[in-house]
């Protein structure tokens, strides 16, 4: 049995029955947590964290992470124009090869930043061949995912406007039978549909009895912008009684109260995106809203094409907008403010309530014996953290990526003394490539358009 023994760490367990050992030792036993406490003494490799916070690894509930290879390509795009640029304009040139090159890129990047699972919302099937590559990247990674099937791209007429076009389900099952036949795996699989609005109802009915013949959670964007934040989407879903315990719903922006109260009757799961909410006109990130009907949101990147990639950016725009509307209710009041969230909050939102909207949190969320050992090591000596008053606060107001010292998945070191164990220069060397193949197909196809009259 490997063994290995992190010492003398600030640790931030995020289980309420354990709380934080200001300095504290945490055992791994192969791929699990078996203790944590003051104090351990063990045989066992030895990782010094004397100076560093000790924390679970972060969650990433929505990330098209297929994108990687058009970074920044929309930096001032709203929600409208993302359609047209990405899905419309780059994601019918996708081949598979951009979709492997996308993805090992895309997670190192986001084991590099802390974030040891990823909910790989992956919308670009355009042929078999796509989520074999896709898959193939995220295993060669070795983070932690949940793969979800999505629709093609190949055309934004077809794809997202009244759709009649099912997503495969003869592929669904292969790929669930091919790679996911256990879910006692590091990779487990979902299904990304797009919805009632974007498809028709008879498109709707196919894709829920899909995941639920194959046993799949279903995540879905719902509530944003100025399209579908006018759908009611929870109250269509609703009526054709397709509401179920375990499925996601991204960014809910616009939700009415009614549909607040469904999603939380159902039992169904919130991810939060909150950068690109505010900054690409989905609306204000509901974070405060889900907790107020007993939910526990999530955080999620979303889109590199125009935001980071990574969790702190994500934690400090919720804490601020949160923190604006929360204080503005006191101030028409006059009235002290009291009870707001804290920075605390956003780091258990980051980990555990991420596990538990991935459906991961028996395995991984928290500093727990018995849970997998999804743990990150944050650099507390550096002149942007030190010194330490509040080691919460270092983590979700001061660090970032650079901090990021360590970074295990499953009981193996990904990341160690601020650099990646891979083959960063391949994967870069992959990535630019589909990013100089994209661009040029891009423009051959925009040159042989006809010209608009």
């Given at each position: 049995?490997?063994?290995?023994?992190?010492?003398?760490?600030?640790?931030?367990?995020?289980?309420?029955a354990?709380?934080?050992?200001?300095?504290g030792?945490?055992l791994?036993?192969?791929d699990k947590?078996?203790?944590v406490?003051?104090?351990?003494?063990?045989?066992?490799?030895?990782?010094?964290?004397?100076?560093?916070?000790?924390?679970p690894?972060?969650?990433?509930?929505?990330?098209?992470?297929?994108?990687?290879?058009?970074?920044?390509?929309?930096?001032d795009?709203?929600?409208?124009?993302?359609f047209?640029?990405?899905?419309?304009?780059?994601?019918?040139?996708?081949?598979?090869?951009?979709?492997?090159?996308?993805?090992?890129?895309?997670?190192?990047?986001?084991?590099?930043?802390g974030?040891?699972?990823l909910?790989?919302?992956?919308?670009?099937?355009?042929?078999?061949?796509?989520p074999?590559?896709?898959?193939?990247?995220l295993?060669?990674?070795?983070i932690?995912?949940?793969?979800?099937?999505?629709?093609?791209?190949?055309?934004?007429?077809?794809?997202?406007?009244?759709s009649?076009?099912?997503?495969?389900?003869?592929?669904?099952?292969?790929?669930?039978?091919?790679?996911?036949?256990?879910?006692?795996?590091?990779?487990?699989?979902?299904?990304?549909?797009?919805?009632p609005?974007?498809?028709?109802?008879?498109?709707?009915?196919?894709?829920?009895?899909?995941?639920?013949?194959?046993?799949?959670?279903?995540t879905?964007h719902?509530?944003?912008?100025?399209?579908?934040?006018?759908?009611?989407?929870?109250k269509?879903?609703?009526?054709?009684?397709?509401?179920?315990?375990?499925?996601?719903?991204v960014h809910?922006?616009?939700f009415?109260?009614?549909?607040?109260?469904?999603?939380?009757?159902?039992?169904g799961?919130i991810?939060?995106?909150?950068?690109v909410?505010q900054q690409?006109g989905?609306?204000?990130?509901?974070v405060?809203?889900?907790?107020?009907?007993?939910?526990r949101?999530?955080?999620?990147?979303?889109?590199?094409?125009?935001?980071?990639?990574?969790?702190f950016?994500?934690?400090r725009?919720?804490?601020?907008?949160?923190r604006?509307?929360?204080?503005?209710?006191?101030?028409e009041?006059?009235?002290?403010?009291?009870?707001?969230?804290?920075a605390?909050?956003m780091?258990?939102?980051?980990?555990?309530?991420?596990?538990?909207?991935?459906?991961?949190?028996?395995?991984?969320?928290?500093?727990?014996p018995?849970?997998k050992?999804?743990?990150?090591l944050?650099?507390?000596?550096?002149?942007?953290?030190?010194?330490?008053?509040?080691?919460a606060?270092?983590?979700?107001?001061s660090?970032?990526?650079?901090?990021?010292?360590?970074?295990i998945?499953?009981?193996?070191?990904?990341?160690?003394?601020?650099?990646?164990?891979?083959?960063?220069?391949?994967?870069r060397?992959?990535?630019?490539?589909?990013?100089?193949?994209?661009v040029g197909?891009?423009?051959?196809?925009?040159?042989?358009?006809?010209?608009s009259?």
């Open positions: 049995m490997a063994k290995t023994l992190i010492r003398g760490g600030h640790v931030l367990t995020v289980d309420p354990i709380g934080d050992l200001p300095a030792d945490v791994i036993e192969d947590i078996a203790a406490a003051p104090s351990i003494n063990a045989d066992a490799e030895v990782i010094d964290a004397t100076g560093f916070i000790v924390i690894g972060f969650v990433d509930t929505h990330r098209h992470t297929w994108e990687t290879a058009i970074r920044n390509v929309a930096p795009a709203t929600l409208d124009d993302y047209v640029e990405i899905l419309d304009t780059f994601a019918p040139h996708y081949r598979a090869e951009d979709v492997y090159n996308s993805n090992l890129a895309g997670a190192l990047e986001c084991l590099n930043a974030i040891t699972t909910v790989d919302w992956s919308h670009i099937n355009n042929t078999p061949a796509h074999d590559a896709g898959i193939q990247a295993q060669e990674t070795g932690r995912a949940q793969y979800a099937y999505g629709s093609a791209n190949l055309s934004l007429a077809d794809y997202w406007f009244e009649s076009i099912v997503i495969p389900r003869s592929d669904v099952q292969r790929v669930r039978e091919t790679y996911f036949s256990s879910d006692d795996q590091l990779l487990t699989m979902g299904l990304a549909t797009r919805g609005g974007f498809c028709k109802d008879d498109v709707v009915r196919a894709e829920w009895a899909m995941a639920t013949e194959l046993s799949l959670p279903i879905c719902v509530g944003m912008g100025r399209m579908a934040g006018r759908f009611g989407m929870i269509q879903l609703k009526d054709l009684g397709l509401l179920r315990a375990g499925d996601t719903y809910c922006c616009y009415s109260d009614e549909e607040w109260q469904l999603v939380a009757d159902s039992g799961l991810s939060i995106a909150p950068q909410e690409m989905h609306g204000y990130p509901p405060r809203k889900a907790m107020n009907y007993g939910l949101p999530s955080f999620s990147i979303d889109v590199v094409t125009t935001v980071p990639g990574d969790m950016t994500q934690i725009a919720a804490f601020a907008v949160e604006v509307l929360e204080n503005s209710v006191f101030w009041k006059n009235e002290p403010a009291t009870g707001l969230l804290t605390r909050q780091l258990e939102i980051a980990t555990l309530n991420g596990a538990f909207v991935a459906g991961l949190e028996a395995k991984t969320g928290s500093l727990t018995g849970k050992a999804d743990i990150v944050v650099d507390a000596q550096s002149i942007n953290t030190a010194p330490i008053h509040d080691a606060a270092a983590v979700t107001l660090a970032d990526v650079s901090n990021v010292d360590t970074v998945v499953d009981g193996v070191v990904r990341k160690r003394g601020g650099k990646l164990v891979a083959d960063v220069a391949r994967a060397q992959l990535v630019e490539s589909s990013k100089d193949y994209l197909a891009v423009a051959a196809a925009k040159a042989a358009a006809p010209a009259a």
